[in-house]
């Protein structure tokens, strides 16, 4: 059973990523506490609200440490939501610049759409092998809470290394929906509210990254 620490840093839905990790068997522990978090066998990082007001907390917990010792120790790490667009360089909300964990080049900014927040199911754009969708057709919906996104990939292309794997959605225009990038993922969605879909990109983040 994988040893998973959801980080509690003021910010996240962590009760239901708590609950949704447990049904697909991993042992949880939601903490903030610094070494529990590096030494787990997961992390999962959550985030709900404003860019910088995240950044903020992480910070208060040594966050971007903990993240940047994983990743440096090739340690599985998951962001869901703000959780995500936490590990783009930065973020910009409604005139307000706010430095992210840079661990991707690129910038968090509104959505162009209609209507906001994008609230509500939606489908997806997987890459061929990707793992975190494996076994999940392309009608599959997700539940996105949200009106800030990563609009652009900007990471460069390098033959020394295996580029990650982008997923794409759409709402009013394309937006970065999920990144796979070895030891790092994160989805712009909520697993944890996506029911059996979510469920099974879950189960398949703890069984082929976690290990």
Not at 73 to 88: D, S
Not at 107 to 134: C, I, Q, Y
Not at 170 to 193: I, M, R, S, Y
């Amino acid at each position: 059973m994988s040893r998973i620490v959801v980080l509690d840093y003021g910010s996240g839905n962590l009760r239901s990523a708590e609950r949704a990790l447990r049904r697909v068997g991993a042992d949880v522990t939601v903490t903030s506490d610094f070494d529990a978090a590096c030494e787990a066998d997961g992390l999962v990082v959550p985030g709900v609200g404003a860019f910088a007001h995240c950044m903020e907390g992480l910070h208060a917990v040594r966050g971007p440490q903990i993240i940047g010792r994983r990743l440096a120790g090739g340690r599985p790490v998951l962001g869901i939501c703000v959780g995500m667009q936490v590990m783009f360089d930065r973020g910009v909300e409604f005139g307000v610049e706010a430095d992210g964990c840079g661990q991707w080049p690129g910038t968090v900014e509104r959505l162009k759409a209609d209507v906001l927040p994008h609230m509500g199911w939606n489908t997806v754009r997987a890459p061929a092998g990707s793992t975190l969708f494996n076994g999940l057709d392309a009608g599959t919906r997700f539940y996105f809470v949200h009106s800030f996104a990563a609009r652009r990939w900007e990471l460069e292309e390098s033959h020394a290394i295996r580029p990650p794997l982008v997923t794409w959605a759409h709402h009013g225009e394309d937006f970065v929906a999920a990144v796979e990038n070895g030891p790092l993922a994160a989805t712009q969605f909520h697993p944890e509210k996506s029911g059996d879909a979510g469920a099974q990109v879950l189960a398949n983040w703890l069984r082929d990254v976690v290990g």
